[in-house]
């Protein structure tokens, strides 16, 4: 299973980036997948997740400016970012929670998959 992310580059502050994140592989099913995003000299922090059934979570900082969405039959989440501010700026990192196929029908234990990350900076 691999996570494919795309989307990030430069923009200047109140401009737009779409994020798109597709997980390949043999799946199953994926219950949950997201973005979490790392700040020069911060730790990691969630960004946006959202459920196979779009039930979306987001962090008081985004919430607002910041739209998760999801094509289940693509096994793709996407991130709309709107009024970008300069503090978003970040590393942001694709997610996802899957279940991996195996054969005979079945599979695995849920697994957090991670992607390679994509550079998000917002310029003042």
């Known amino acids: 299973v691999q996570l494919q992310a795309s989307g990030g580059g430069l923009v200047q502050a109140g401009g737009s980036l779409r994020l798109s994140c597709t997980a390949s592989?043999?799946?199953?099913?994926?219950?949950?997948m997201g973005w979490y995003r790392q700040a020069p000299g911060k730790k990691r922090e969630l960004a946006a997740t959202i459920t196979s059934s779009n039930i979306a979570n987001y962090a008081d900082s985004v919430k607002g400016r910041f739209a998760i969405s999801r094509d289940n039959a693509k096994s793709t989440v996407y991130l709309q970012m709107n009024s970008l501010k300069p503090e978003d700026t970040a590393v942001y990192y694709c997610?996802?929670?899957?279940?991996?196929?195996?054969?005979?029908?079945?599979?695995?234990?849920?697994?957090?998959?991670w992607g390679q990350g994509t550079l998000v900076t917002v310029s003042s």
């Open positions: 592989g043999s799946i199953y099913s994926i219950p949950n």
């Open positions: 997610y996802a929670n899957i279940r991996a196929a195996v054969d005979g029908g079945g599979f695995l234990a849920p697994y957090d998959y």
